[in-house]
C-alpha cells in the first residue's frame, strides 16, 4: 500500500469513527446537546480534526440522515422483495417501515422531522437516489395491488403513496413525540391506511 493510499484509508477510518460516534450519543441524548466538541471528546480527537471532515454540524447530521435513507431503502426492498399477495406486501413495507423509525429514531427525525439550515434541507445525489428507489418500491407494489382498476397514471400513484407515508409518518412521530404511549397505534394507523388504500385501487 502506498503512503497516499495509506493517508486515504486513515482519513476514511477517521470519518466513519467521527460517524459512528455522533450516532452513539445521539442514541442517548437530544440532537442539540450534540457538539463538534462533544463528538470530538468521545474518539479523543480535536475539534479541528472533525471540521476537516465536515464542514459544519448541519453537513454532519447529513451524512447520517443519508445512512437513515440508505438503510430504510434496503429495508423496504427487502419487505416488497418477498413473495405473497400485493396487500401481504404493502404489510410488509408498512411493518418494516415503523421498525426502522422504532430503532433507529435519531435517523428518522433527521430525515424527516427536522430542517434548521440549508444543510439540512439540502438534497444530495445520494439522497435522491435512495427517495427514488423507496418511491419506486412502494410504486410498483401499489401498481399490483390495483387489480381491476384502470392502470394509475404517475400522479395517482404518487397521491397514494403519499396517504400510505402520511398514515404512517404521523403515527410515528406521535409516539416518537411522547404523545402517544400505546404503541398499537403504529400497527393500526398502517392497517387503516393500507385498507384505505385498497378500496381506492379497486
Known amino acids: 500500500m502506498s503512503s497516499v493510499e495509506r493517508r486515504e484509508e486513515e482519513r476514511e477510518?477517521?470519518?466513519?469513527?467521527i460517524l459512528t460516534a455522533s450516532r452513539e450519543l445521539l442514541a442517548t441524548e437530544d440532537m442539540e446537546k450534540v457538539s463538534m466538541r462533544?463528538?470530538?471528546e468521545k474518539i479523543r480527537y480535536s475539534p479541528t480534526t472533525i471540521y476537516l471532515h465536515f464542514k459544519d454540524k448541519g453537513e454532519l447530521l447529513d451524512a447520517l440522515a443519508e445512512e437513515g435513507y440508505a438503510l430504510l431503502a434496503e429495508r423496504l426492498a427487502a419487505a416488497a422483495s418477498g413473495g405473497g399477495e400485493p396487500v401481504e406486501r404493502l404489510r410488509r413495507?408498512?411493518?418494516a417501515y415503523i421498525a426502522f423509525a422504532m430503532e433507529y429514531k435519531q435517523h428518522y427525525r433527521l430525515m424527516f422531522q427536522y430542517g434548521e439550515g440549508p444543510s439540512i434541507y439540502g438534497?444530495?445525489?445520494?439522497?435522491?437516489?435512495?427517495?427514488?428507489?423507496?418511491?419506486e418500491t412502494l410504486a410498483a407494489v401499489i401498481e399490483a395491488a390495483r387489480?381491476?382498476?384502470p392502470t394509475l397514471d404517475a400522479a395517482a400513484i404518487?397521491?397514494?403513496?403519499?396517504?400510505?407515508?402520511?398514515?404512517?409518518?404521523?403515527?410515528?412521530?406521535?409516539?416518537?413525540?411522547?404523545?402517544?404511549?400505546?404503541q398499537e397505534i403504529l400497527k393500526q394507523?398502517?392497517?387503516?391506511?393500507?385498507a384505505g388504500l385498497l378500496a381506492r385501487l379497486q
Open 13 to 17: 477510518n477517521l470519518r466513519r469513527a
Open 38 to 40: 462533544r463528538i470530538a
Open 93 to 95: 413495507i408498512a411493518d
Open 123 to 135: 438534497e444530495s445525489v445520494k439522497r435522491k437516489l435512495w427517495t427514488r428507489q423507496i418511491n
Open 147 to 149: 387489480g381491476p382498476a
Open 158 to 182: 404518487r397521491s397514494v403513496r403519499h396517504v400510505l407515508w402520511a398514515h404512517m409518518h404521523g403515527a410515528v412521530s406521535l409516539v416518537l413525540a411522547g404523545r402517544v404511549k400505546d
Open 189 to 194: 394507523s398502517s392497517e387503516t391506511a393500507i
